[in-house]
């Protein structure tokens, strides 16, 4: 679906509802990880209670001066020292969240709004630099956007009696910034592509905590042009055309897509079921599945050699913990249960722990060792 068709179409029944819900039920959740005796649970939130130095992390700089990222593809080494500071926010909100979560110990919680208050106060990630030929300044401040939103969603509602002012700043910083970096169309493919469903995922939760149904809706059209774009046997057009890594793009997509979908459904919508121009996102999944058990299944879309080092790194794996609370699924269910306990710095947090069902998979497994990649690799 082009730029130009998802400003046709009408979104206007989907409006935020609940501004202080998070993208999982949190004081629910708190109070079954208290209960459970998952041994993989409980090794989780004993790995995450004690969380970092408040002081420590309030000592970082902010990013208030220009975002300029070096091209990932052309220039690995260099991007990967440009962002290693965007990458330190990320986990810094995730871990925070995760902390307070697993402890229940309002210092985290009151940390992570005092981090971001700070980055507010020098409105910090404003001055991204953006051309169509040199985007990864635009495109590294796309995670950070939803890690700060998702993880600040978790502990809202513990801190805003006691930091209103620090509240009001934040919310007004993440509006504007996803304001300001989603009115950017981007060219051919970032208009329409993953980078598309990763700029959907910030607005869809920065529309929810700041009550803002135009963010929401943008996050929303994600979904729709998705299930429009699907070919007959799901594949996503923008996403085969990567070649060798033309399965990996389908499951990074599916990365930000699910998780739009699981914002959604704490507003009450349930997209999980939702079917446009003959599909739902099952579809996508299930050719996604395909390609990781025979790259045949690409049939003449892709070359059939393709690169699967991804699914030796967890963090593209998080979408499939969010999608088995929705539904049962065999394949999904062996590939995450693989990697448990599963976490993704940006996109989702510590899913596993905020998701799986105790009755999944009890038992602890041995931690293997870590190839990590990196948290997005952008379009060329």
Known sequence: MSYAERQKLDLSEYMVTDPEASYFDVQARMALLKRTDNDLLQYNRDQLMHG?????????????????????????????????????????????????????????????????????????????YYDRLEPQGWYST?????AAAMAYSIVRPVVADKHPEAIE?????????????????GGEPSCCNNHFYRRALYASMIGVLTNDDELFQFGISAIYSALHDLTPRGALPH???????????????????????????????????????????DDAVQFALDTFDDPAALGNLATHAQYYGFLDDEQYLAWMEIYLSHRDDDRVAHYVSQKRPVDNRSAGGYVTFYFMDPQAQPRALPEPERTELAAFEPDT
């Not at 260099?78 to 979560?101: I, R």
């Not at 985290?108 to 981090?115: H, K």
């Not at 997509?253 to 739009?260: E, F, M, T």
Request: aromatic residues 16%; proline residues 4%; contains cysteine.
């Open 52 to 128: 970092p130095s408040c002081r420590q992390e309030l000592s970082k700089p902010t990013l208030d001066s220009v975002i300029r990222i070096p091209g990932y593809y052309p220039q690995p080494k260099a991007w990967e020292l440009a962002s290693e500071p965007l990458f330190d926010f990320e986990d810094t909100v995730s871990n925070l969240a995760g902390a307070y979560v697993a402890s229940g110990d309002y210092y985290y919680a009151d940390c992570l709004v005092r981090f971001l208050d700070k980055w507010a106060t020098h409105d910090a990630l404003s001055r991204f």
């Open 142 to 146: 796309e995670s950070m956007m939803f």
């Open 169 to 185: 700043r934040i919310n007004h910083w993440l509006n504007a910034l996803a304001h300001k970096h989603s009115a950017i169309q």
């Open 239 to 281: 996403e085969m055309a990567r070649g060798r890594r033309a399965s990996h793009y389908q499951n990074y997509a599916l990365l930000y897509l699910v998780n739009i979908m699981q914002v959604a459904y704490r507003q009450g919508y349930d997209l999980f079921d939702f079917e446009y121009r003959g599909h739902t996102l």
